[in-house]
């Protein structure tokens, strides 16, 4: 089953734009999502393989709105409230 993260072979989207600025983060809430998904990856809140199957399996029109780093978000309070604090962290 093809999820919304699967658009290999599809022409729906139009071109890719690959150009790079440089830049690691374009907003300054990127980076404390990044620290914070660290910080809970290193803690063993989750793995890296759940963090991005939540990802994976948001809904398609909510997945194609988001940026790269809005998914991050998401992932980490689904999980967190998945998880319900039953792991120490």
């Known amino acids: 089953m093809k999820g919304a993260h699967d658009v290999g072979g599809s022409d729906a989207f ?17 980076a404390r999502v990044f620290a914070i998904n660290r910080m809970l990856l290193a803690k063993g809140a989750y793995t890296l393989d759940e963090f991005r199957y939540t990802i994976e399996r948001m809904e398609p029109a909510a997945y194609h709105a988001a940026s790269y780093y ?3 978000p998401y992932a980490i309070e689904t999980l967190l409230a998945l998880k319900d604090g039953s792991d120490g962290v």
């Open 14 to 30: 139009g071109p890719i734009y690959t150009a790079d600025d440089g830049l690691p983060f374009h907003h300054e809430w990127e």
């Open 70 to 72: 809005e998914r991050w």
